[in-house]
């Protein structure tokens, strides 16, 4: 299983980034998607997730302002981010279940500051 991250980079606050992960080595077509976040000093925590089916559910703090979408031809999940703040700014992965195993991307940095 390889996840692929891309997308992140230097933002100003109110600013938006789009993050990919381009998965291969699963049917990606049953999985549910994860993206998850880990700011400096803090613990990693769910950002949001899809499901096979693209029944979405996110963290209460980006509720509103991010959108994670699926291109199943494209084996590939996307975090749309919008209104990017300063408490954004994060080390961004793509995670998948498989078989009660945790896959990782390799992690994207998102960085919001003026």
């Known amino acids: 299983v390889q996840l692929q991250a891309s997308g992140g980079g230097l933002v100003q606050p109110g600013g938006s980034l789009r993050l990919s992960c381009k998965a291969s080595?699963?049917?990606?077509?049953?999985?549910?998607m994860r993206w998850y976040r880990q700011a400096p000093g803090k613990q990693r925590e769910l950002v949001a997730m899809?499901?096979?089916?693209?029944?979405?559910n996110y963290a209460d703090s980006v509720k509103g302002h991010f959108t994670i979408s699926r291109d199943n031809a494209r084996r590939t999940v996307f975090l749309q981010m919008n209104s990017l703040q300063p408490e954004d700014t994060a080390v961004y992965y793509c995670?998948?279940?498989?078989?009660?195993?945790?896959?990782w991307g390799q992690g994207t940095l998102v960085t919001v500051s003026s």
């Open positions: 080595g699963i049917n990606f077509t049953i999985m549910t």
């Open positions: 899809i499901t096979s089916g693209g029944t979405t």
């Open positions: 995670n998948v279940d498989r078989l009660g195993i945790d896959f």
